[in-house]
Every structure is written in structure tokens, then in C-alpha cells.
């Protein structure tokens, strides 16, 4: 095992791909700093950039996108009370009134400290896990595996808070959209409508490039104005005291750290849950909870390590059974697929060396980040304070030659205008996209594995009764479907709570 | 604004989006081999039946809100879509920059539209315009063509 681990970290020292991890890192900064944009768009940007790289350089590149963000998250929302990204906007609760009493700089050195100290125990957690998770990964077959695209769509409609009906719409329109092309088992062209570019499906990369960047852009460009609504927190002093602070609050980055490592390894939670209940956790546990929220340090060392520790344990689901964590993790699937990286099992046991590549990558990168992202935070703040109207075009325009660039194919900029404009509709009307990219992404590989089994089984269906952890997986399904029924069984008995009122 | 069952027509257009997309795959799907439409098919059904449930729990009826609570209790209406004009203006400035990438190409395209979007939509003055413009246009063929080595496509007019 521990060869393993020195494989992935040798292949990481090689200049082209410190160099690729060096420019990832510095990209998830300017994109984790920018409120709306995030890990997601930021893959989804760089991914047809990384069409002729080779894949382990790629994966560093990605490492250091992913590593970087969860710091520029935090810049943002210290400085101007913006989260750059859904996790940090627990940091905001204290971060922003730190930065309103004149201590900017403390709480940006604390936040730096708790994400390198929650990225490093995030790491230790799935070197730890991995080897275990091989293990179980062996005892699947095709009817497990049809069961855990179903088991991963539901879990991830089920975590759409409160949205677990418009999830599993979503999550049947991806399956749809992924049936679209050439079917490999029957040999028939489906949905192509004589389209001879529709061939080969719709193409993954420029639909995640249009349901994030684009449709964010659209967002953004009608509510105009700028990202962030003030300048007035941009005074950054005292770091080193920050730093330190974290050493101080042992105990509140190991608690927050070992729930971002938990929370992180269940699919489709993500890490809002995970800084959330991070700081609720911290905030009950406190001699001071009524300090909270006015500036307390410890408010944002305990979301800041949830975060990052989420990002390593995430990768667990999104590689051993290619259900993602989140949206970022959705995309990054996306650019596994783009370089003949097909996430599930195997990847487990084929491409060990790139997989401990990838978490030494993203460690490094959640290190590197935490230090530039200290250097970098004023910059990177002001870029929140860039007009709309002027940050929407140039972003727009590079998405869609991102999107050209990814096979050189103009229909692509088609497809990722439809799906921008898609997207923006999911966001104005409250329909969740990660279960559209999830079921895209586990579409095909769903189908097939259902055609697998009932070959196995003469065309019958009972074999899913007689395999043991396709037993298990099933009883799984229909808990999780059930679930909302259960909830709400159990919210009536205690509170008699009535049907909301639809929010406007 | 009409209302149906209590409730705005456009808050159920998206929902009805679905329902239509469903049928329209379901109607593609009835001419394939049965092998070929079984899960397509399946997978249809299930949106168009999840896309009534949703219709209907849109609706403010005790039925609407029996489903809503029990699926759906969280969703957000259409509450603040913006101006019309500005959300015509962002779809067609995408659809502008789409056009002028198939017509004009990239190296046409792309300057044209951002020098355009800066001058008339962010109203900024022809110099800084057409310094963003350039700048812009610089960092991406140096990406584009300089470090990745593609050949920009030319457009659909200027097609060798």
C-alpha cells in the first residue's frame, strides 16, 4: 500500500504536473473568490482545456482547481460577506463581522490554518478508507451496479432539500438526455433526429460548461450591478495571530474536520451541510454561544475545516461508484469520463497510482492555496467589484470557446447555449441541476448494466432478490424513496406542522 | 399575470416543459426495436407521471398542497425574475454570441461581441472597451493557438 501512496506522490513531482497543480491552484483562488461561479464552473471552464493533457496531468490540474476554492471561498466571504462558494457562507456568520471590527486579517489567517489542517486530516481519512472501499467494490456486478446509478440518483434527489420530487424530474430528464446517440447493445441511433454530431450523445463537457458557467452568467447579467455589494471590509491586518489561532482551537478543527470527512463521503450531501453542521456543532459546544455570529474565531475555524476535509473523503462515492458528492464532484466526473477515466469499481483497482496522485494533488493544492489565497486576497476581492455587465461577456465568451475547444466542434457552442439557457430556467424556477448532471453522467452506464443482468437472469428480474448486496442496495432504494413519507410522518407527530405555503 | 387553480400560469411552464419533453421522447421512442425503447420508455413514463405530481402540487388546491408538502416542501416560485427587457437581453446577446461564433468565426466573433457588450450593454467608453476587447482576444489566442496549437474555426461565411 504504502508504494502506492509514493507512486502517486512521485508521479505529482514532476515539473509539468507541480506547474499544472501551481496554475489549478491559482485558477480555483480567482474562481472561489468569485461569488456564483465556484469548483463547479471552474471545471467545467478548464475541462476541454485539458483535452490534450495527459490524464494524470489533467487530474493535478483538476487536484489544484478543487484544493484552491474552498480558500477563495472564504476570501470573498471574510471580505465582503459574498460567499464564493454554498460552503463558505457559514464562514460569513463570523468571518464578516471580524472583518467589520477591523480583524480581517485574523479571521482570513484562521480560515488559511483550519483549511490546510482540515485538507490534511481529510487526506489521512481516505488513504485510510481506500483500501477497504477496493474491497467492497469487488463484490459488484451488473445488477449491483444498475442498482447503485438507481441508489446514487436517488440519494442525490432525496438530498435536494426539500426539492426531492423536482430531483428525480431532473434526474429522469438526465437519464433521457443520456439515451441520446448510439446505443452500443441494440446498434440503434436514438433521439438523433438525422443529427450526425448527436451521434455520439450529447457531449458531457459543453452541457456541464452551459447548466453552470453559462447559466450563472445569465443569472448574474440580469440582476446586474456587482457580485459583491460593498467595499468598505477590504483593510487586512494581523494574520500570523489568525494562523495561530487554529493551534489554539485544537479541538474545533478535529470536530469540524472529522464531520467534513464524514459528511463528505455520503453522496450528494455536499459540503454546505458539512460547514453548517460543522459550526452549529462548534457553536453548541461552546462556553460562549451566544458570541456566535458576532465575531467569534472559533465560527470560522470549525466551517473552514469541515470544508476541506469534505473535498478529500468526496472523492470516495464519486470514484469507487461514480455518484458525486456535489456539483463540483458532478463535473469533475465529467472530466474523468473526458480522459477515458471511467469512474465506478475498476477505477479503484486500475488506476490506483492516478487516484493517490489526485488526493496528494489535492492536498498540495489545498496547502499552496491556503498560503497564495493569504497573499492574493486583496486582488482577488476586488474582482467581486467588477460590474456585471462587463464580467458576463468576457466569462460567457470563454466558456463557449471552452466549449469549442473540447473536440473543436462548433456544435458544441450549440449545446452549451441550450444547456446555459436550461440551466438559468432550473435556477428561476427552483429545479436542482446536480441530479440532471448525475443522471447524464450515470445514464448510460445504468442502461447497460440493466441489459447485463437480465441477459444474466433469461430476461427476468428475480435476480435482484437473490444477490445479497443487490438486496441490500434495493431495500436501500425504497427506503430512500419512502423517506419523504417518513419525515413527514415523524415532523406531524411532534409538531402538527402544516403544508408550506410556496415562497416568493 | 392569468392564474390557474390559484396560481400564476408561468409558475407551471417549466413543469409543463418537462411533461411536453417526456411525451416527445415517449412518441420517438414508440418506433424503435423493443429492446432499444424499453428503458428509454420507462424512464419517460416516470417523468411525465412525476411531471403531473408536480403540476398538480403546484396548484392551490388541499390536493396541491397535500403534494407539495409531502414532495416538494421547499420549492421557491418565480419570485424575482428580473426586468423582461434584461432577461431578453441576456438570452439574446447569447444567442448573438452563438450566431456570430457559427457566421463569423471565433476570431471575428468573439472580439465583436465583447466589443460590442462593453460598448452598448456595460456602457463603457469606446477606449476602455476596446482595450478589454484586446486584451481579451490577446490572452485567449495565446491560449488558444499559441499554447494549444488549434486552428480557430473560421465560421460558416469565411469557411476555407
Not at chain 1, 90 to 114: E, I, M, N, V, W
Not at chain 1, 197 to 214: E, K, Q, R, S, T
Not at chain 1, 313 to 330: H, K, Y
Not at chain 1, 434 to 448: C, D, I, S, W
Amino acid at each position: 500500500m504504502l508504494h502506492l501512496w509514493l507512486a502517486g506522490f512521485e508521479s505529482l513531482l514532476q515539473g509539468r504536473e507541480l506547474m499544472y497543480l501551481a496554475l489549478g491552484m491559482l485558477i480555483g483562488l480567482f474562481f472561489g473568490a468569485i461569488p456564483g461561479l465556484g469548483g463547479g464552473a471552474a471545471l467545467a471552464l478548464i475541462a476541454p482545456l485539458t483535452y490534450g493533457l495527459e490524464p494524470f496531468t489533467a487530474l493535478a490540474l483538476a487536484g489544484g482547481v478543487m484544493g484552491a476554492v474552498p480558500m477563495g471561498g472564504s476570501i470573498s466571504a471574510i471580505l465582503l460577506n459574498a460567499p464564493g462558494t454554498a460552503p463558505s457562507a457559514a464562514t460569513c456568520l463570523d468571518g464578516y463581522p471580524l472583518a467589520q471590527q477591523g480583524k480581517a486579517g485574523l479571521a482570513l489567517g484562521a480560515a488559511a490554518s483550519a483549511n490546510a489542517i482540515g485538507g490534511i486530516i481529510g487526506t489521512v481519512s481516505v488513504l485510510a478508507v481506500l483500501p477497504i472501499a477496493k474491497q467492497l467494490v469487488l463484490l459488484f456486478g451488473p445488477p449491483e451496479l444498475f442498482l447503485l446509478a438507481v441508489l446514487g440518483l436517488v440519494i442525490v434527489s432525496t438530498s435536494t432539500r426539500g426539492k426531492f420530487l423536482r430531483g428525480l424530474m431532473t434526474g429522469c430528464l438526465g437519464l433521457l438526455i443520456s439515451f441520446i446517440g448510439y446505443n452500443e447493445i441494440t446498434g440503434v441511433l436514438r433521439f438523433t433526429g438525422g443529427n450526425q454530431y448527436l451521434w455520439d450523445g450529447v457531449h458531457l463537457v459543453p452541457a456541464l460548461i452551459g447548466l453552470f458557467a453559462v447559466a450563472e452568467m445569465i443569472q448574474l447579467s440580469i440582476a446586474g450591478g456587482t457580485i459583491a455589494k460593498g467595499s468598505g471590509a477590504l483593510k487586512i491586518t494581523s494574520m500570523t495571530s489568525g494562523l495561530m489561532a487554529t493551534f489554539d482551537h485544537w479541538p474545533t478543527v478535529l470536530r469540524g474536520s472529522l464531520i467534513g470527512t464524514v459528511i463528505g463521503a455520503i453522496p450528494g450531501v455536499g459540503g454546505t451541510v458539512a460547514s453548517f453542521l460543522s459550526y452549529s456543532l462548534t457553536a453548541r459546544a461552546s462556553k460562549n454561544p451566544e458570541s456566535f455570529g458576532t465575531g467569534n474565531i472559533e465560527g470560522v475555524i470549525a466551517p473552514e475545516a469541515a470544508i476541506n476535509a469534505k473535498d478529500g473523503s468526496c472523492l470516495i462515492p464519486t470514484l469507487a461508484f461514480g455518484i458525486p458528492g456535489g456539483i463540483e464532484m458532478a463535473v469533475f466526473l465529467g472530466l474523468l469520463v473526458l480522459h477515458g477515466l471511467q469512474p465506478g469499481p475498476l477505477m479503484l483497482i486500475d488506476h490506483q497510482v492516478e487516484i493517490y496522485g489526485l488526493i496528494w494533488a489535492l492536498t498540495g493544492a489545498c496547502i499552496l492555496g491556503s498560503s497564495v489565497g493569504l497573499l492574493l486576497a486583496r486582488p482577488l476581492a476586488r474582482l467581486t467589484l467588477i460590474d456585471a455587465q462587463v464580467l458576463v461577456p468576457v466569462v460567457t465568451a470563454v466558456a463557449l470557446l471552452g466549449s469549442w475547444a473540447v473536440d473543436r466542434s462548433i456544435e458544441n457552442v450549440v449545446v452549451t447555449a441550450v444547456f446555459g439557457i436550461l440551466g438559468y430556467l432550473m435556477i428561476r424556477f427552483d429545479y436542482p441541476r446536480l441530479t440532471l448532471v448525475v443522471a447524464m453522467v450515470l445514464g448510460a452506464t445504468a442502461e447497460r448494466n440493466f441489459r447485463q443482468t437480465a441477459m444474466m437472469d433469461d430476461g427476468g428480474l428475480s435476480i435482484y432478490l437473490h444477490r445479497t448486496p443487490s438486496l441490500v442496495l434495493l431495500i436501500g432504494i425504497a427506503v430512500l424513496l419512502m423517506s419523504p413519507l417518513i419525515r413527514r410522518f415523524f415532523s406531524r407527530e411532534r409538531t402538527g406542522a402544516s403544508v408550506p405555503e410556496i415562497a416568493r | 399575470m392569468k392564474s390557474l387553480f390559484g396560481r400564476p400560469v408561468s409558475d407551471y411552464l417549466m413543469s409543463a416543459g418537462f411533461a411536453a419533453a417526456a411525451v416527445a421522447f415517449i412518441a420517438t421512442a414508440s418506433s424503435y426495436s423493443p429492446d432499444a425503447r424499453a428503458f428509454p420508455m420507462a424512464s419517460a413514463f416516470v417523468l411525465l407521471a412525476l411531471s403531473g405530481l408536480d403540476l398538480a402540487g403546484l396548484t392551490n388546491t388541499a390536493a396541491g398542497r397535500a403534494i407539495r408538502g409531502l414532495l416538494n416542501p421547499a420549492i421557491k416560485a418565480d419570485s424575482n425574475p428580473g426586468p423582461v427587457s434584461r432577461q431578453a437581453a441576456a438570452v439574446l446577446s447569447l444567442a448573438g454570441l452563438v450566431a456570430g461564433l457559427v457566421l463569423l468565426g471565433i476570431e471575428i466573433g468573439v472580439p465583436l461581441y465583447l466589443l460590442t457588450s462593453l460598448r452598448f450593454r456595460a456602457r463603457r467608453s469606446w477606449i476602455s472597451s476596446i482595450a478589454v476587447t484586446a486584451g481579451v482576444s490577446a490572452l485567449m489566442w495565446l491560449l488558444f493557438v499559441s499554447a494549444l496549437r488549434l486552428d480557430l474555426y473560421r465560421g460558416v461565411l469565411f469557411a476555407r
